[in-house]
């Protein structure tokens, strides 16, 4: 069974930095790749970026490229997201979510219909 919980949400002011973390279970990081979302109350969840399976390759969202950087440590099973610089338009629920692409060093994080398993999200809020 995949499992997904994320963690390190809270309140932060803003420039404030979080790092946020994706432990998975019930397989590994060389398996599926991990994508992150987040989703403000009332709008879509939009996808901010994503790691692939094979060598790590990360895709991150154009207007979130300067502020964010998604890294993993496989011998940890997790995934992160680096959030910097962080504004109060960023206050969202944070998903991370697993995928399996056919080829190992692509990931999607456009998609969330092609996910096969979400985690439950950490609160993120930004605020003075």
């Known amino acids: ?4 919980v994320e963690s390190g949400g809270g309140l932060v002011q803003p420039g404030g930095s979080l790092r946020l973390s994706c432990i998975v279970s019930g397989f590994t990081l060389d398996d599926y790749a991990i994508a992150w979302f987040r989703q403000i109350p009332g709008k879509e ?3 901010i970026g994503c790691i692939s399976r094979s060598d790590g390759s990360t895709y991150l969202l154009n207007s979130e490229k ?5 890294s993993r440590d496989k011998g940890k ?3 992160y997201l680096q959030m910097n610089s962080l504004k109060p338009e960023d206050t969202a629920v944070y998903y991370c979510a697993a995928d399996r692409p056919v ?3 692509v990931c999607y994080y456009s998609r969330p ?3 096969d398993a979400w985690g439950n999200g950490t609160l993120v809020t930004v605020s003075s």
């Open 113 to 115: 219909d092609r996910m």
């Open 77 to 79: 099973n997790t995934a």
């Open 1 to 4: 069974q995949l499992q997904l």
């Open 103 to 105: 080829l190992a060093y």
């Open 45 to 47: 969840r939009e996808g």
């Open 66 to 70: 300067d502020r964010f950087t998604i």
